[in-house]
């Protein structure tokens, strides 16, 4: 009973500070974002692309999958059986978490390119968020190492 209750209390840290992720949208801002000056540069979308923006890889997935599987290894066998069992589930824990928390962050995107007024052609890659059509008039906002694709 003592084991399902560690259990318990481990997975919900990892479930809390894996809601600590960094998740922003391209009309989200991060703290260092606010109050910063950005450049604004106008031009015409010229094609759009659907793109995966993988997800998060902080060491909370990898951490929480270990201590399960080395809670659920450590019940395999007695003896060294129990320590070799703690050991392989903790590593095959580690590597599902790791897994777990990637998949489950992962977000469609969008590569945007646009043609500025200037002439110049970029491409910007940012969260699908906003829906952008060939020939749409965008604002192309540049700043505080970040750039997003605006109407």
Known sequence: MKKAKLLFALMACGLVLGGCA???SSSGYSRAQARQEQTVRMGVVDSVRQVQIEGT???VGALTGAIVGGFA????????GSDV???LGAVAGGLAGSALEESATRKPGLEITVKLDNGQIIAVTQEADETFGRGDRVR???GSGA???TH
């Open 147 to 149: 750039t997003r694709v």
């Open 57 to 59: 890889k902080s060491p």
């Open 73 to 80: 290894g450590s019940n395999i066998g007695q003896g060294h």
């Open 22 to 24: 960094d998740s922003l």
């Open 85 to 87: 069992g703690t050991v």
């Open 140 to 142: 192309v906002l540049s």
